[in-house]
């Protein structure tokens, strides 16, 4: 006969605070103080299409909740059961016959593999999503989830569950999402169309023209800048004012921050004629690996340069080899959860464009990390001296409660919060944005907390310091 | 005058848990509930001889507790105590003549060091076992020793005292032991010849007849092998079907798993001829550190393809550069804790391997790290994305109460716990295992209990986790 | 209206002290038992003219605080605070009209500025000063920092505000300060020579003519060595002759120990052809990065060759790639909060000299790391095994609470404290060393109230640990 834990389980409202029971009050005081803030969400990957059509509508609980989400997919996929099972399409050309189209045969898989959630991100917001948006405060399992699965349905089809009425209802402030350069952004047009007065906005994201000129559909890419910009691209010189159009159309559209993805930090000048000639390599499909590595990094200083000029936010998140399982991206596509870090050096690797841009007083490049180890052994240091550099809030597999709190451990007392900025909550799954700043904002006032009853800060910092990275440094940094 | 902290110190029943007042209750409610399930020890280095007699008994408390474990003299070495004065045996052919034999002065020495192990997991085991093993409540001291030597040899030599009986009073379930490719088995043959009823498995631990290519020894390693399995063994097809008759044979005994240590967790897969040509320069003694280096990690590639057909579960402990002391080496040999870790990368090595058997459905393969910047940023997302991975326990340095906090801290979030295989005690010491376990089950129901106090999970969850944790999930994975 | 939460912070006793209240008691009562124990001071960078004039005051307030102090002011220049601003003065040749020098303007840059060290060890010691050394009590602002610089000044001019009574007030027992091979010791010379009996001693830093044999200065660095040693430098014997007699010279005025910085831990045995070879190619101005790496790899080895015939404790500090920021060096210098950690590897590098010296009975090699991965992962096994290593306390950005804190728990479960040295303050700022040595006995005895709690280990253990850690271990580490 095991006894009962219930006594020991904390009220809802004092979930995620951490220590004894005076922290536990500092904390609930300090998130009080920074809970109805309105939401920043400067770095995102939701669809801008969700809010194009005032009338959108989410299709059924399993596209809500799991077949687009790869932190969910991946998970049951890793003990054995298959993505088509859990609905996930294939690429075009696989036979598509084997993939789930029922949604509620999709929703019971999950409901049988929820466990698997246990004491991970995914399984609290899930939880909290469930019982902020939908009212649910039962665990869901394998007999009530067709129940569970009707009362989330009929929520989905209400007249108010639309992308514009939630962004409302959540307060959000500004939301920003991730965009191709060769993107029409026909989307944000219509919302600006529109007459709703929601602020979404893009981002300018080049990676596809920037980091893949040894691979085979790099011509195709370049030809779609070529078609989107109006620009003649024979050479380096075109190709780069075809970027810095895109970037004026961007920013045009009230974007306020690129964002590069990268293998790892490499930064290197070339000369224009180097230049010119690895990129006549990529057009004639010549260019090896090394080609690549060298353009991308040169990009990367070339992308600093216009970010001084044009103000727009630079922000680098290196660090994740792409498409690690060769049969599921064979069969499946990118982002399917086999994404997979490795160790990275910033402090080498960055040098050759701090050399030339590391006080420029009109950047600002934010840096984000998949290898916690180089938070405070580089990332703090480097943003605790260069006047350009900030650091960016705990990435993907960091985005939890233990990420958070390595984040606060590992980068404040080098960089002080005030080189940080705040929260992105870097995510597709709109619905999911309550939840994952409230995480962030517990966490951090939880933090807070702990800092005050050691006697590190006094109430006033401490009041200051919850605004400042629930709000505060998030608006400020990117400018929005 | 110092004010006693006696008050301070938790009753034994409570001991290794941390935390608020609350914490420590809900802790020992779930060891409460875990506390007297069976051990299972699917990975460890005992001597399986020890089980072969009935009859077997230890020789006295130095030869029980000090002399074989490297853990314990290391210590002393570390701070100038020679291994000759701890009764370390040295190599043939080296002047024997300073290797202390009077047992006495090796515990009296040991004694007269013991305060080296304040605050180690060896100093958590060796009082532990002295209390639960053999009644002792007193701290070791200089002035103690002989008195507590006294006692212990008493204790030894008791009827009671053999290896069968305390695996019985232990309450182990299984126990598997780590076995050379060219080993006979004969001790596990004479335990399942007689009328004792214990599991005791055997693991194929193929290292020497794979990974030393370019040593001297390898000729005679293979020659070993040739006689084992009585097969011709001239070229690489020979090799590998040699290695395949050994693992029948091996899971003819009983064995369920497979282990394999490298330096590096590189692999690499090689045609039929390159191998063929290596594994010719191996033979011929003309192979170089870099055929060596390729040569293992083909062999890996190569275990995970016969893993996949026989069933056996893969292990891999990479990462530890051995015999790094030059001179304790030429004069002791191996295994005298001169073992020191180096960063890894398995983000990378591992892809040969897993772009050939990443989802095969009867292939599991468990990762062991001794570099913990690898746990969060590769095993985890590796492990919770590809279907054969699990991520094992903290090893080595590592099996200890910050190992273990940290293993929980980097794993779970990503991997979940199913994705891990609960507990492997690893040791040569027989008579530890209950100390090790129970230190692990302490301290995964107090990082259980933590998530239960900030509301991550419910006590339903709370105890389900603590029952994998403590047995289910290492019964699992081994299939023991 | 924000709640209070004066309650929930610590009395000033109590300060950084974490965990449950009884935690907090028992590690004040730890705490209490060292806190009036003399410091030792085995590592720093304090001038030593301070102490060679009975009657040195200090400057200002800016001048005492802020303006030697790139801790301080690589923070502000972080968030675009010029450095001239900040009074940093400019390299030779520099226009240094801009550099400010009204202390009271620079004074003020930085209390608007004070919030920037929320939450960082600079913040904590600056205040800690502000109490201990000066009554002040009221953070600083804007507002009051006038009318602080006032009483700040009028204490540094009081007649006992000299760091001879300084240095009696604060109870120190030894204090070495950091002094190049070349240097003549004057004011250590003119220390000794006084009827003042305080206890200064250099530390042989030969680093200037030992790492940067590829550098523009190398040959003046060598003139320097021969002028002042008055030797033949014609070749490589005559070179580590003239280090030898330099080392002697230290020795005969107090030196206990050397340190050695390098940008890895990299070591290598050349051939004394090799040697002089390279030596060679560096007094023509003609040797290569390489040359370089090679010979202070050499170098490293040669000085533990030395280090184990005259007795004199080796210290090694590798990991920070100085002055990283270019623009920076080129106009302020170095020691400009531009030097950046990289990540490190000491299992491999430090090999080749463990080789020759890693059991040697008269050789102390004291090991520091900038990349705290490596504590756990290499140091600790390599401390815990070696006799001559011991493990040196967290280091520059790691001089902090959770610096202290993941020492205390990546160090000792596998290397024991007594493979450690206690405290460096490794500072500038002579001011500011009690405000460390507290800091750090309070870190260390709330970890060893923890451990307490946990029932890792008893009162008497705690007691004597906390002693070692505070006093002890620095002591009999260095031979002070």
């Not at 990957?45 to 609980?61: I, M, R, T």
């Not at 929820?114 to 649910?136: A, K, N, V």
């Not at 703090?380 to 709190?405: C, E, K, Q, T, V």
């Not at 929260?423 to 939840?435: E, L, W």
Request: glycine share 8%.
């Amino acid at each position: 006969m095991k006894p009962s834990l219930r006594n020991y389980m904390p009220e809802r409202a004092d979930r995620y605070f951490s220590g004894s029971s005076e922290q536990r009050r500092a904390a609930r005081a300090l998130f009080e103080s920074v809970a109805d803030l309105p939401l920043i969400c400067p770095h995102g990957h939701v669809d801008p299409q969700l809010f194009a059509e005032a009338a959108y509508h989410f299709e059924s609980p399993a596209e809500f909740f799991l077949i687009p989400d790869h932190y969910v997919f991946r998970m049951l996929y890793s003990q054995g059961v298959r993505l088509e099972a859990q609905g996930v399409s294939v690429n075009e050309g696989e036979d598509a016959s084997e993939v789930e189209t029922d949604h509620r045969r999709i929703w019971q898989t999950f409901a049988e593999n929820y466990h698997l959630f246990q004491g991970t991100p995914t399984g609290l917001w899930l939880r909290d999503e469930l019982h902020d948006l939908f009212g649910i405060t039962e665990k869901l399992t394998p007999s009530n989830a067709q129940t569970v699965y009707d009362r989330i349905a009929e929520r989905l089809a209400a007249p108010d569950f639309t992308p514009r009425k939630l962004y409302e209802q959540f307060g959000v402030e500004a939301l920003t999402t991730t965009d191709a350069a060769t993107d029409t952004l026909e989307h944000h047009r219509a919302i600006q169309a529109s007459d709703w007065d929601g602020r979404i906005f893009p981002t300018f994201r080049p990676d596809k023209v920037v980091n893949d000129l040894d691979q085979p559909d790099w011509q195709e890419q370049i030809e779609l800048l070529r078609a989107v910009s109006g620009m003649d691209i024979g050479g380096y010189g075109g190709y780069i004012a075809a970027l810095e159009g895109r970037r004026a159309f961007f920013k045009e559209m009230g974007a306020t921050a690129t964002d590069h993805a990268a293998e790892t930090p490499y930064t290197e000048v070339l000369s224009p004629a180097e230049a010119d000639a690895i990129f006549q390599r990529g057009l004639a499909g010549q260019a090896s690996a090394d080609d690549a590595r060298r353009f991308t990094g040169h990009m990367l200083v070339e992308m600093a340069r216009m970010s001084s000029e044009d103000g727009l936010v630079m922000q680098l998140h290196p660090g994740s080899i792409r498409n690690h399982n060769r049969a599921v991206f064979s069969r499946f596509g990118a982002d399917k959860g086999a994404d997979i870090p490795h160790a990275l050096d910033f402090t080498r690797n960055l040098k050759p464009l701090l050399d030339q841009f590391g006080s420029h007083p009109s950047l600002r490049l934010i840096l984000f990390t998949l290898d916690e180890s180089t938070s405070a052994r580089e990332l703090a240091p480097l943003a605790g001296h260069y006047p350009i550099l900030r650091i960016g809030p705990p990435w993907w597999f960091y985005d939890s409660i233990n990420g958070m709190r390595n984040f606060f451990a590992q980068v404040m007392e080098t960089a002080g919060i005030y080189n940080t900025v705040g929260f992105n909550d870097d995510t597709r799954a709109f619905a999911s944005i309550p939840s994952r700043h409230e995480l962030w904002r517990r966490i951090a006032c939880d933090w807070l907390a702990g800092l005050l009853l050691e006697g590190q800060i006094d109430d006033e910092d401490a009041y200051a310091m919850a605004h400042a990275l629930a709000y505060g440094l998030a608006k400020e940094a990117y400018g929005l």
